[in-house]
């Protein structure tokens, strides 16, 4: 049966984060407010991404620590889960990005790098960008979240989730699909499905709130069918970043959950108490990546599957 938890994450350090104005119009999480101290920004996103990637580290997570170019840098290529998966038979998928800025974060000397400097496998690379020249996109599992061992995928459609290519993808893979739609507080798309829910081994968090209430049964039936306790958020908590959680697991085998440290703020004791259930929470400090990113802990950490 396939993992649904990886002992090994792929991140990248910044060279010049901030604020994406072809990203913002869409990504409601984004603030734009003192967006043009762009060198204080990306000195204090590098100060929180070092000490993220040392929590991970010092519970036993093996973090591939990737440098962004210097010669080209690009504003979002912390969150390199949008253009890259990959999976336990060898496969690694690049994906088509919605923002043209973004689309030079795919670095195929990055995946090759997996192979030739960690010992990793890779046996087939799919690249889907060419579904960019028609106007379709997938970012990778900011649009999708994967259940591994049930061979499923829970997907809301936004400009950034093409519906048509994510019934492809699913075919092509051998995943049943389920989708839904997703709003915030003002009725504004939500722009990835992975600040919506999170899917672990055992617990899945979701905000059901955004949802239009006609969706709601039948995704949470689709969770209760695969296993999975069920721990429902608020919008409000949602906007705090709470949906974006990521469960990982040390090399001794050990499983955490992993979140920033205003999404654990926001969450009530006995939520709290409920995740602790299933794993330790590892929390850090991201204010300035999730300010002017848009993103968190979770949109940080592409999960390698590849076997050695």
């Known amino acids: ?14 060279v010049r984060f901030g604020y994406n104005p072809q990203t913002a119009g869409n990504n409601s999480f984004q603030n734009a407010e003192g967006s ?3 060198q204080a920004i990306q000195a204090a996103a590098l100060v929180e991404f070092d000490a993220f ?3 991970l580290r010092a519970v036993g997570v093996r973090v591939l620590v990737f440098s962004d170019r210097v010669d080209a840098p690009q504003p979002d290529s912390i969150f390199p889960n949008n253009w890259l998966s990959t999976h336990d038979n060898g496969l690694a998928v690049l994906y088509p990005m919605y923002a043209p800025n973004r689309r030079a974060e795919r670095r195929l000397d990055l995946v090759q790098a ?5 010992g990793l496998e890779v046996r087939m690379i799919v690249d889907l960008s060419a579904n960019e020249m028609h106007g379709r996109f997938l970012e990778g599992t900011g649009s999708m979240i994967i259940d591994r061992e049930v061979r499923a995928i829970y997907a809301c459609l936004s400009p950034r989730t093409d519906a048509l290519l994510l019934e ?3 075919q092509t893979f051998g995943y049943q699909l389920h989708t839904f739609d997703a709003f915030d507080q003002h009725g504004q798309p939500i722009y990835h499905t992975n600040v919506v829910m999170h899917l672990g081994s055992r617990l899945a968090v979701i905000c059901l709130e955004a949802l239009p209430v006609e969706q709601r049964a039948g995704i949470r039936h689709a969770l209760d069918l695969a296993g999975k306790q069920v721990l429902e958020i608020s919008l409000d908590q949602m906007n705090h970043f709470a949906g974006n959680m990521l469960e990982v697991r040390s090399a ?16 009530g004791g006995e939520q709290r108490a409920l995740i602790e259930r299933h794993t330790p929470i590892i929390a850090s400090s991201l204010d300035t990546i999730e300010r002017f990113g848009g993103g968190s802990a979770r949109c940080m950490m592409a999960e390698v599957f590849l076997g050695g």
């Open 1 to 14: 049966m396939p993992k649904q938890v990886t002992d090994t994450l792929l991140m990248i350090r910044p």
């Open 36 to 38: 043009e101290n762009e």
């Open 252 to 267: 001794g085998g050990q499983h955490y959950t992993v979140m920033s440290q205003q999404a654990l703020d926001s969450l």
């Open 114 to 118: 997996l192979t030739a400097e960690h």
């Open 53 to 55: 990637v040392q929590k």
């Open 168 to 170: 492809e993808y699913a």
